[in-house]
């Protein structure tokens, strides 16, 4: 119908998803529907970003609920398999060895991921800002440096789904416009956990809150801001905290 928009059909799409650890509740009933933009999922130690984002790579099943991938439910490990060559994941911790170079990294990444026709590494490693420096080896990297490697294996493959855990740490600065640039000349759509309300400001089409396990917000930055209260240095920060029920 003229004038009317259809949303682009989710790429994901979780229902009543659950998870617990030694019968302790740490996601609670999620719904959630991803679609190709950039979702900042904020929230406090401990509220489930990382368990939420294992659930999300398929790297871990939900004990309740399902995962839909492109409208198909994810209940054989056929199909996850297949699933997850259209989704790349760089988790919070992560280490290459050190006598590898940002070259033999990327290389190494689209073997493991078993991309058959992969960018080449000068291209992944140019997109995050490591052009020129293929042949340098890990030991010689710094922490932020080590950092947009990790970033640079997740973007080879063309995924349609890229899962970042905390991916802006060790970013200085001029380093997170990078990256922000970087977010925004990809083709997938884009979940990356974060501490910062900052990060939201700078690179979320849509932000998420956990609490407790809990989506406690889901909207746009300006819905966010327009929950400011008292405490915080911002308005997104405000209206976070305000979420959260942060009282200092
Ligand atoms: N493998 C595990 N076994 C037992 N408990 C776990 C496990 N992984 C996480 N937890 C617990 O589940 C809760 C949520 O952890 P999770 O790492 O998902 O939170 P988070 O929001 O990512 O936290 P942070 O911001 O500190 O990284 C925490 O209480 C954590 O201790």
């Avoid at 998803?17 to 190709?36: F, H, N, Q, T």
């Avoid at 020129?132 to 970033?151: C, F, H, P």
């Avoid at 939201?200 to 998420?208: N, Y």
Wanted: glycine residues 10%.
């Amino acid at each position: 119908m003229a004038g009317v928009s259809v949303p682009e059909a989710p790429v994901m799409r979780l229902r009543g998803v659950s998870k617990s650890y030694a019968g302790r509740p740490v996601l609670s009933g999620l719904d959630l529907d991803i679609r190709p933009e950039v979702t900042v999922l904020l929230g406090p130690n401990g509220a489930g970003k990382s368990t939420l984002l294992d659930l999300l790579s398929l790297v871990a099943p939900p004990q309740a609920g399902m995962i839909e991938w492109h409208g198909e439910e994810m209940r054989r490990t056929r199909q996850v398999k297949r699933a997850m060559r259209g989704i790349s994941y760089l988790p919070q911790h992560f280490s290459f060895p050190s006598s590898y170079t940002a070259a033999d990294v990327v290389d190494y990444a689209a073997w493991l991921r078993k991309v058959r026709a992969p960018r080449r590494a000068g291209e992944v490693l140019a997109m995050v800002g490591l052009e020129g420096e293929a042949r340098k080896k890990v030991r010689t990297m710094s922490g932020g440096m080590r950092q947009r490697l990790g970033i640079a294996t997740c973007l080879i493959g063309d995924p349609e789904l890229i899962v970042l855990d905390e991916p802006t740490v060790g970013l200085d600065p001029a380093q997170r416009i990078q990256f922000r640039r970087v977010l925004s000349s990809v083709d997938a759509a884009v979940l990356l956990s974060t501490h910062l309300v900052e990060d939201a400001v700078v690179l979320a089409d849509r932000v998420l809150v956990l609490h407790e396990g809990r989506f406690v917000f889901d909207g746009s930055l300006p819905e966010l801001e327009a929950l400011a209260g008292p405490v915080g240095d911002s308005p997104a920060e405000r209206g976070y905290m305000s979420l959260i029920g942060a009282t200092r």
